[in-house]
């Protein structure tokens, strides 16, 4: 029971550590972008060379911190980067932080999504797919929803959800993994379709989901090949 304990408690240490490191490269990346343009280019040189050098998680919240700033500066340094980048974790890290600051001007938007639909999206990596779907879906890239469905008949699991749900992101259609509706729907609409608002589409499927809630039980629903369910038993949750 003594070895339980501490083993709990080293579990529960580790985890806050994490939060602590998010937090830490975070605050770190707002702090960067508001250093005085006369040391700021040092310091950015400083840590690019340093995620470089790093290795596994040091190297991520490297980059994270990175992320964190937003500046133009960065994101470019970022996108030159991720076309030579061996490391999946780390590219998928790089599209998150390229699509979410797309908008500051560091990376041409037109560039990042060409990269994403025709590299980021055939990666060896799942990790890097999923999030390369996920990136097209921030940018509301129009060009990118055709591609994404014809990657739904390439892909299985975990991507074929995600590229789904990146496609409902894009238009407030929800086929799933459905190819043949996907493309008919496409076949009918493309033409004069316009990319609506993130927040609208978001509002538009909670409206959904919250009349779907009185007729299934937790709505779980997914391709992927492997589940795992976590139950939490402790006294707290019994």
Known sequence: ERTKAEAAALQQDVIDLGRLCV??????????????????????????????????GVRRYTLQL???????????????QLATEKEPLARALMIDALAAGSASGGVDSEALEAHLMTVSLLDPSWH??????????????KAA??????????????VLDDVGAALTSLTGQDFRGNVT?????????????VVPE????????ADRDAERRGTTFFGIS????????????????V
């Open 145 to 158: 929803i055709p591609v994404l469905i014809a990657r739904l008949g390439a892909e299985s699991g975990r």
């Open 222 to 237: 997914t391709e992927s090949n492997r589940v795992l369910f976590v139950l939490d038993l402790s006294g707290s949750m």
């Open 198 to 205: 993130k927040a609208v589409v978001e509002q538009t499927l």
């Open 128 to 141: 890097v797919k999923s999030r390369a779907a996920h990136g097209l879906a921030e940018l509301r890239s």
């Open 181 to 193: 509706l996907w493309q008919r729907w496409w076949k009918e609409n493309g033409e004069g379709f």
């Open 23 to 56: 937090l830490a490269s975070n605050a770190g990346g707002r702090a960067l972008s508001q250093e005085p343009e006369a040391s700021r280019a040092g310091s950015i040189d400083g840590l690019m060379k340093a995620q470089k050098k790093g290795r596994d």
């Open 66 to 80: 990175l992320a964190a700033s937003g500046l133009p500066e960065v994101q470019a340094q970022l996108f030159g």
